[in-house]
């Protein structure tokens, strides 16, 4: 069983910069690839990132260029950094690992609130 922790939210204006985290308890991400998603109020949940087990990564358009996704040096952390934030990027982001044959993934956080001001 994993349990998975975002941090890093906040309240930040239009051009400035955040660093998301996702802390992991029970076993090491490095066996798994893990994503980032963000749900905006009223919109459906959406892919924004994802790191592969062997680093490589990808990325939403919306967020290519401006977000970078990493692995820590600690076996059970990922990083977002997120760059040039836009009000369109408000939303609440959430971590997810242990991508499942149908696209879904096993275990998810409860994300952390990320607004950004015009």
């Known amino acids: 069983q994993v349990q998975l922790v975002e941090s890093g939210g906040g309240l930040v204006q239009a051009g400035g910069s955040l660093s998301l985290s996702c802390v992991a308890s029970g076993r090491a991400l490095t066996m798994y690839a893990v994503a980032w998603f963000r749900q905006a109020s009223g919109k459906e949940r959406e892919f924004v990132a994802i790191v592969g087990t062997e680093g490589n990564t990808s990325y939403a358009q919306s967020v290519k260029g401006r977000f970078t996704v990493s692995r820590g040096t600690a076996k059970n952390i990922v990083y977002l950094q997120m760059t040039s934030l836009k009000p369109e990027d408000t939303a609440v982001y959430l971590c997810?690992?242990?991508?499942?044959?149908?696209?879904?993934?096993?275990?998810w956080g409860r994300g952390t609130q990320v607004t950004v001001s015009s």
């Open positions: 997810a690992a242990g991508r499942r044959i149908n696209g879904d993934y096993i275990y």
